[in-house]
């Protein structure tokens, strides 16, 4: 699977991708149903999801301005359709929720693994992830999330992946 068939089955699943997701490393920024945003990022050791109150984000839409030397701005508007307005958590913003997934613990990772996950590896991750999130299971802010424990998660998580892969193929014409 690659990066835009996955952030495009999110979508269907509920979630609006924006801007600033990117695919190496890993992060996806979503917009959820029921208001805020979910930022999904693989870093270093560790796999985070964080979910932002809607109060937290600001948006920023990128303007074209013409190149004139009489000291006013001229605004023209969004640049191009792909400039799409970027939303922006602050620095000091704190998520009302994170979880995580310790690579260092579960995998023995020891430096930068986790950026060097694929959307494949990193799918199932952010459903757990975020299975997690939706149950509100966390301990003083973070949980890391046991292997062992959700093996079974995991496999569905994969066979998810597999299904929707192939809806995406059967809709297809080849």
């Known amino acids: 699977m690659n990066f835009a068939d996955w952030t495009r089955a999110l979508s269907e699943r509920g979630l609006t991708i924006v801007a600033p997701t990117h695919p190496t490393p890993i992060q996806v920024c979503a917009l959820i149903p029921d ?3 979910v930022l999904f990022r693989c870093r270093g050791t560790r796999v985070t999801m964080e979910r932002h109150p809607e109060s937290a984000l600001f948006v920023a839409a990128p303007v074209a301005s013409r190149g004139c030397d009489c000291g006013r701005s001229h605004d023209d508007g969004p640049v191009s359709s792909s400039d799409a307005p970027r939303y922006i958590v602050p620095v000091d ?19 930068h693994e986790a950026g060097l996950l694929g959307p494949d590896e990193a799918a199932p991750l952010f459903d757990t992830l975020w299975h997690r999130l939706l149950r509100g299971r966390s301990r003083d802010g973070l949980d890391a999330w046991d292997a062992r424990e959700a093996g079974g998660r995991l496999e569905w998580a994969q066979r998810e992946v597999v299904r929707i892969r192939m809806q995406g193929l059967a809709g297809s014409s080849l």
């Open 35 to 37: 208001g805020g945003l």
């Open 93 to 111: 913003a704190r998520p009302a929720q994170i979880v995580a997934y310790d690579g260092m613990r579960d995998r023995g990772w020891c430096g």
